[in-house]
């Protein structure tokens, strides 16, 4: 069983920064994709970044692409997305996921556990 438990949300004006943070607990051994997902209000939850921890490779959505950055602190068990100059159609809870053998990264049933998520608001 692994646990995931997100942070670093808030309130930020357009143009802005927020660092996000998941931390995660429990089998990590056996995940091999941790993402970032969000979901807008009736919007479908779509795939923001992907960090496979094995590899150190990284995938992004197109509408982050250069604006948003996924890292990980290996000693920390946590992973962060760093998000700079932000729009209003970041607004968003997002989420973090992780799965033991994923291969698409943006597709959601691909992940096994989900955290609750944190609130993005643009102003």
């Known amino acids: 069983e692994v646990q995931l438990v997100e942070s670093g949300g808030g309130s930020v004006q357009a143009g802005g920064s927020l660092r996000l943070s998941c931390v995660v607990s429990?089998?990590?051994?056996?995940?091999?994709?941790i993402s970032w997902f969000r979901q807008a209000p009736g919007k479908e939850r779509e795939g923001v970044a992907a960090?496979?921890?094995?590899?150190?490779?990284?995938y992004y959505g197109d509408s982050v692409k250069g604006r948003f950055t996924i890292s990980q602190d290996v000693a920390k068990n946590t992973v962060f997305l760093q998000m700079n100059t932000l729009k209003p159609e970041d607004n968003a809870t997002y989420h973090c996921?992780?799965?033991?053998?994923?291969?698409?990264?943006?597709?959601?049933?691909?992940?096994?556990?989900w955290g609750p998520g944190t609130q993005v608001t643009i102003s």
């Open positions: 996921a992780a799965g033991r053998r994923v291969l698409m990264w943006l597709g959601r049933w691909e992940y096994e556990y």
């Open positions: 960090l496979y921890p094995g590899t150190g490779t990284t």
């Open positions: 429990g089998n990590t051994a056996s995940i091999n994709c």
